[in-house]
């Protein structure tokens, strides 16, 4: 039947009627005031990013109703392959850094002379409280978190001090720290929080050492003068220590001690070996702190089973610098035959590379690893590490 218009007449159809609600009728779509067609879209004002990516597109495209799911993960993995392809391209790319004693290569940019932002794929293994060599520095990691599609990302800080400290033995540890007061945190706080006089935040790395420090121990931070022009020791006592606040998920091992200043005691302080309290056993007045230096272990706590550890050991000087042409010598104490081991050796560094197969009977198990350099001048240490699983 043709359509009529109220007078009866036949509506004949020229293609020029615009009313949407005949066949034919032209162009149904909305118009800009300058006569533009507008695309529908949920919200006018954001670009997807599928329009700088069609060949994306057109494959999510393809997948069925039932593939919502994976259509997500083929987008994550996506843009995660396109992290690792273009990461080597990086302005900020580091092949070299190093975590833990273990090469990682990071996208690391310094954005102020205190703190260095990082990048990292998914399964890279890093932690808040790990200390990191780069840039000829060493910095310890205090934030990270994973973003939409996992990257990780977070912050460092450069050390700026090192300390040495007795725990009840001859054996001297020496660590390099953050001493704050205040300006490595307000970054990221309040800039104006204030901050008591005398008084710092030290960051350091939680681990087999630095686990036993404790309320009221002094800490040496350096050497300055008297009103008579002698040289003392600045001297700090432990009065806070937080092992929570600055941890957020499993493997992270940052300390937090907060220090006030104290008082330098000749008697029991050494300035030569920048020490407080200094140990002497019993039945003998005479300190025994290493006399040239003392060994040390970098490395992880805990190794998961079917992995390799890396564990790097030095020699180091009073200044905390490593030492080179020291013959170094290992001891390694282990339950299991099944877990191997192996060193090799550089200028000023013998690394141990520890090889535990992927048997879930191991879990728990400990391994201890001790360092000692022949001539015996500075002394040993001794490093205990942890079977854990792969959870």
């Not at 990221?188 to 008591?196: C, E, I």
């Not at 092992?243 to 330098?264: A, C, F, P, W």
């Amino acid at each position: 039947m043709v359509p009529e218009d109220d007078n009866n007449e036949p509506v004949v159809d020229d293609g020029n009627n615009t009313d949407p609600e005949i066949p034919g009728g032209g162009n149904t779509e909305p118009e800009t005031p300058g006569g533009e067609n507008i695309e529908p879209s949920g919200d006018p004002g954001y670009d997807s990013p599928m329009e700088e990516d069609w060949e994306l597109w057109e494959k999510l495209l393809s997948l069925d109703s039932e593939s919502a799911f994976d259509a997500r993960q083929y987008a994550i993995e996506q843009s995660i392959e396109a992290f690792l392809s273009g990461m080597e391209e990086d302005p900020a790319y580091q092949s070299d850094s190093v975590v833990e004693g273990e090469t990682t290569p990071l996208i690391l940019s310094r954005t102020s002379s205190q703190e260095c932002s990082i990048k990292a794929p998914p399964d890279t293994n890093i932690h808040i409280g790990d200390m990191v060599e780069c840039f000829d520095e060493n910095w310890i990691v205090v934030e990270l978190y994973a973003d939409k599609i996992g990257i990780i990302n977070g912050k460092m800080w450069i050390c700026n001090d090192i300390i040495h400290f007795q725990n009840h033995s001859p054996t001297v540890y020496t660590r390099y720290v953050v001493v704050d007061d205040g300006s490595y945190s307000r970054r990221s706080t309040d800039p104006y929080a204030y901050v008591p006089t005398n008084t710092y935040k030290i960051y350091i790395s939680l681990e087999s050492a630095s686990q036993y420090l404790y309320i009221d121990k002094r800490l040496a931070l350096g050497t300055i003068y008297d009103q008579n022009l002698k040289s003392v020791l600045e001297v700090y006592k432990i009065n806070g220590i937080d092992i929570k606040s600055g941890n957020h998920s499993e493997g992270d091992h940052l300390m937090i001690l907060t220090v006030q200043r104290d008082v330098y005691h000749e008697a029991n302080d050494s300035i030569e070996y920048d020490i407080c309290d200094i140990y002497s056993p019993m039945g003998s007045d005479t300190p025994v702190p290493q006399p040239t230096g003392s060994c040390l272990i970098v490395g992880r706590d805990t190794i998961r089973i079917g992995s390799t550890g890396k564990y790097k050991g030095t020699c180091v000087n009073e200044a905390g610098e490593a030492v080179s042409g020291t013959l170094k010598i290992w001891a390694v104490v282990k339950d299991s035959q099944s877990i191997e081991y192996g060193c090799t050796d550089s200028d000023a560094t013998s690394t141990l590379t520890l090889t535990v197969p992927f048997d879930e009977s191991l879990i728990g198990e400990e391994i201890t690893m001790t360092l000692s350099e022949q001539s015996r001048e500075y002394g040993s240490y001794e490093k205990k590490v942890r079977v854990i699983g792969v959870g």
